[in-house]
């Protein structure tokens, strides 16, 4: 019978020793929002899901995968039917409840693997307040942050450099593809980019971010909801995407086991 991996199906004894292992706790975190005409509401949910369920899959040895935070921060999407957001406060607090939860049954390392842009910020918070507020060594990634990600996905790109790949694009379209294709209507998939910036202050999904740091209501940069050109997806992208994320959470699994807690010193 092969190793349990999935925190849920674990017995309580499972989960001690997997704790007395090392083992890293993988957290997904994501949300539920609009994903423009031809995408589900829950892609950065499933996205995040399968990056996380391949990656603890491959290292079922030394990480336990935690069912996910399902809502997130998206106050920003509500003009679009569809969006569940939590409020800020609730949701930090919610995350270092369920890393101080994890950390109190013993696991020393805790990996929280992000799915949701606007969740960004939050999720830095919660793996820094679990960080000085108990034992646990805790750190927060995008997953299309991951290593390698970034490399794979500028390879496959044929939408814009900057903006093509941001939200219900090329990359999260490709990715929903290789996962559930029944499920994406492509013949609603429509190639909306918000802005054509003269200087690259803006972001990009995996072109990384320029210096403003900055969120509109998406109804007032979108009219679908679609920032980006999901017309140049596949799934063929989305299998070599999803493989190299799964690699990169993969390599930080082993990052997290291997990197020792620092010595306080008080100075006072």
């Known amino acids: 019978m092969a190793a349990k991996y999935r925190y849920g199906e674990m017995t309580w004894p499972e989960i001690k020793a997997a704790a007395q292992a090392q083992s890293v ?42 069912p996910p935070i399902t809502h997130g921060y998206s106050p920003h999407h509500m003009d679009f039917p569809g969006p569940i957001s939590i409020g800020a406060d609730t949701f930090i607090k919610y995350g270092v409840d369920v890393c101080r939860s994890l950390a109190h049954h ?58 093509g790949m941001n939200h219900a694009c090329e990359f999260e379209t490709s990715a929903y593809l290789a996962i559930a294709p029944q499920l994406v209507d492509m013949t609603k998939a429509r190639h909306e980019l918000s802005y054509r910036p003269s200087k690259n202050y803006w972001t990009d999904l995996i072109a990384g971010d320029g210096p403003l740091v900055m969120m509109e209501n998406w109804s007032a940069l979108s009219q679908t909801g679609v920032m980006g050109d999901p017309t140049k997806a596949s799934a063929e992208k989305g299998e070599k995407l999803l493989a190299a994320a799964a690699a990169g959470i993969v390599e930080l699994i082993d990052e997290m086991r291997a990197r020792e807690p620092a010595k306080r010193q008080d100075h006072h």
Not at 33 to 60: F, I, K, N, Y
Not at 114 to 139: C, K, M, Q, W, Y
């Open 25 to 66: 706790a993988v957290v997904p975190v994501a949300t539920i929002e609009d994903h423009g005409l031809h995408l589900p509401v829950d892609t950065d949910l499933r996205l995040c899901g399968e990056v996380t369920e391949r990656a603890v899959s491959q290292a079922g040895d030394r990480s336990v995968l935690v």
């Open 106 to 163: 013993g696991f020393s390392r805790i990996l929280i693997v992000n799915g949701h842009g606007s969740n960004t910020p939050f999720v830095d918070i919660i793996a820094r307040l679990t960080t000085v507020e108990t034992s646990a060594l805790t750190a927060a990634v995008n997953y299309w942050a991951a290593p390698g990600v970034r490399e794979v996905a500028e390879s496959l790109r044929e939408s814009e450099r900057v903006g």
